[in-house]
């Protein structure tokens, strides 16, 4: 690949993307909890407009393969009274890394956050992770040790409305 750039993705990129998604489940060991379609991505990005996604692409004279990505959304901070950004995923395939192109995909979406406005940009590591924890912390990122993640999946819903 002799050029790395950043886009933003588009329709056609769902399938790659779904790619991406597989992988990031296969290297954090949750295959299994991969439930979601093509046309679900397809929905989330383009569809239903809460889902964004950073596409790393490298170019040479064969064309065009993707090689990272980083899904976002919008969230919001009710003291800062702003909204920020909350990166769901960011990921780049094995043979790809240790070139920079993580570090751009977060400048991107750091750009993004400060032309828009925004307050923050949050995300989370799983704690065995110390390869990512390290790259994140080389950048800046603090931990939120203060802060415990809570969560209601779906199949808890109908339990949480009959209480």
């Not at 390869?131 to 415990?148: K, N, Q, T, V």
Request: hydrophobic share 40%; net charge negative.
């Amino acid at each position: 690949m002799s050029e790395i750039i950043i886009r933003k993705a588009e329709r056609a990129d769902c399938n790659e993307i779904y790619k991406l998604i597989c992988a990031i489940a296969e290297y954090e060991h949750m295959s299994d909890l991969v439930t979601g379609s093509v046309s679900d991505i397809e929905h989330l990005l383009f569809g239903s407009g809460v889902g964004r996604c950073l596409l790393a692409c490298g170019r040479d004279k064969d064309g065009e393969r993707v090689v990272g990505f980083a899904l976002y959304f919008y969230n919001l901070s009710t003291f800062k009274c702003r909204a920020g950004i909350y990166l769901e995923d960011l990921f780049v395939y094995p043979e790809y890394r240790g070139r920079g192109i993580g570090k751009r995909l977060l400048k991107t979406l750091c750009g993004i956050a400060k032309d828009e406005g925004l307050g923050r940009m949050d995300w989370e590591c799983l704690d065995w992770n110390q390869p990512s924890l390290d790259f994140y912390h080389s950048l800046g990122a603090r931990d939120m040790d203060e802060w415990i993640h809570l969560r209601v999946d779906e199949a808890d819903f109908d339990k949480l409305l009959g209480s």
